[in-house]
């Protein structure tokens, strides 16, 4: 990314983030919560676990959407040694 669009890139990543987590964090009670409803004792280990299959669902098709994405403007970088030369 250009450094003249730092500052833009970096404000749309923050909302986009924000955006995410909250519509996220929605479903993810939704979720809960109907499976809670009228739940008793073992029942409710269920729903949770429901949920918690929903979430790591996403991430995992998160993950994969991400890895097939183009990687642009790479550059090279050499290792890091730990030794800094003069």
Do not use: F, N, W
């Not at 404000?11 to 009670?29: C, D, E, K, N, P």
């Not at 995992?60 to 030369?85: C, D, Q």
């Amino acid at each position: 990314m250009p450094a003249g669009e730092l500052a833009r890139g970096t404000s749309i990543l923050s909302v986009v983030r924000q955006v995410g987590l909250a519509v996220g964090t929605a479903l993810l009670a939704t979720i809960l919560a109907d499976g809670l409803s009228g739940a008793t004792g073992v029942e409710r280990i269920g729903a949770y676990r429901v949920a918690l299959l929903a979430a790591a669902s996403t991430a995992l098709v998160a993950a994969a959407i991400v890895a097939l994405l183009p990687r642009t403007g790479e550059k090279s970088r050499a290792p890091a040694t730990g030794t800094s030369r003069p």
